[in-house]
């Protein structure tokens, strides 16, 4: 068994109203609570970050998936949106993931339902989606355009 380490390293002075800093290998940033939860809202906060976590792990799981499945592809972008709620605290309830595939060849029926089974297999795969599976909904609603 291969296991991988991840480290971050941060530092945190204050409150609601308070602000830190992360730094990992590939990003250093200010965190904050977000101005609509009353913090600084400046830099990033976890919520977003856990955004971008699930998009990030979805977009490059699927491009696998793509890729495996040999469905020529030119690229693939994605909207997402979180869904937090205060019901007895704060709880990240809801992600909505909005891929666009834009495939190098036109697609049927058949072409359509591999590409839906590549997009249930990528979220299926995705280990950040697995980490928080049973906690947080997550729905995706794909588009596919041929890239002429």
């Given at each position: 068994?291969?296991?991988?380490?991840?480290?971050?390293?941060?530092?945190?002075?204050?409150?609601?109203?308070?602000?830190?800093?992360?730094?990992?290998?590939?990003?250093?940033?200010?965190v904050s609570v977000d101005q609509s939860m009353s913090g600084k809202g400046i830099g990033t906060n976890p919520d977003e970050l856990l955004l971008g976590a699930l998009a990030s792990c979805f977009?490059?799981?699927?491009?696998?998936?793509?890729?495996?499945?040999?469905?020529?592809?030119?690229?693939?972008?994605?909207?997402?949106?979180?869904?937090?709620?205060?019901?007895?605290?704060?709880?990240?309830?809801?992600?909505?993931?909005?891929?666009?595939?834009?495939?190098?060849?036109?697609?049927?029926?058949?072409?359509?339902?591999?590409?839906?089974?590549?997009?249930?297999?990528?979220?299926?795969?995705?280990?950040?989606?697995?980490?928080?599976?049973?906690?947080?909904?997550?729905?995706?609603?794909?588009?596919?355009?041929?890239?002429?």
């Amino acid at each position: 068994m291969t296991d991988f380490h991840f480290n971050l390293k941060g530092t945190w002075n204050g409150s609601w109203d308070g602000s830190g800093q992360i730094k990992t290998n590939g990003l250093s940033t200010v965190v904050s609570v977000d101005q609509s939860m009353s913090g600084k809202g400046i830099g990033t906060n976890p919520d977003e970050l856990l955004l971008g976590a699930l998009a990030s792990c979805f977009l490059i799981t699927l491009g696998i998936r793509l890729d495996k499945e040999k469905i020529a592809y030119d690229h693939i972008a994605i909207q997402t949106q979180g869904v937090v709620t205060k019901r007895g605290g704060l709880h990240f309830e809801k992600v909505i993931h909005q891929p666009t595939i834009y495939l190098l060849k036109p697609f049927d029926e058949t072409g359509t339902d591999r590409l839906e089974y590549c997009i249930h297999r990528a979220e299926q795969d995705c280990m950040i989606a697995k980490a928080v599976k049973g906690n947080v909904q997550i729905d995706i609603e794909p588009k596919f355009i041929a890239v002429p």
